[in-house]
């Protein structure tokens, strides 16, 4: 499976951008979590959403704000990010794998990575 993601860029606090991660291969097989690291700081699990996308999961620091979602017939997963803040700001990475309930957040969880976009939210 090899991803690539997409959509980073500039943000005004308040404002929205859309990430996309397109994958190659058996994506709609893996669950795809989103994982970002500022600089700085440890990497931290955003949001997951599993392979038929009927479970989601979102870190309590985005929860209301940010919304995952997949289309399988594109081998796409998307991250709706609205209501940004400067603390969102990061380097942004998909990923594929089976986590299990508990290590959802966990990077050791997801065996195939994409390069990741750059947002930045500032005035």
């Known amino acids: 499976v090899q991803l690539q993601a997409s959509g980073g860029g500039l943000a005004q606090p308040g404002g929205s951008l859309r990430l996309s991660c397109a994958g190659s291969?058996?994506?709609?097989?893996?669950?795809i979590g989103w994982f970002r690291q500022a600089p700085g700081k440890e990497r931290e699990g955003v949001s997951c959403i599993s392979s038929s996308g009927g479970k989601t999961y979102y870190a309590d620091s985005v929860k209301g704000r940010f919304t995952v979602s997949r289309d399988n017939n594109k081998n796409t997963v998307y991250l709706e990010m609205n209501s940004l803040k400067p603390e969102d700001t990061a380097v942004y990475y998909c990923a594929a794998g089976r986590p299990i309930t508990s290590t959802i957040t966990k990077g050791r969880s997801y065996d195939y990575w994409g390069q990741g976009t750059q947002v930045t939210v500032s005035s």
């Open positions: 291969g058996f994506m709609d097989y893996f669950s």
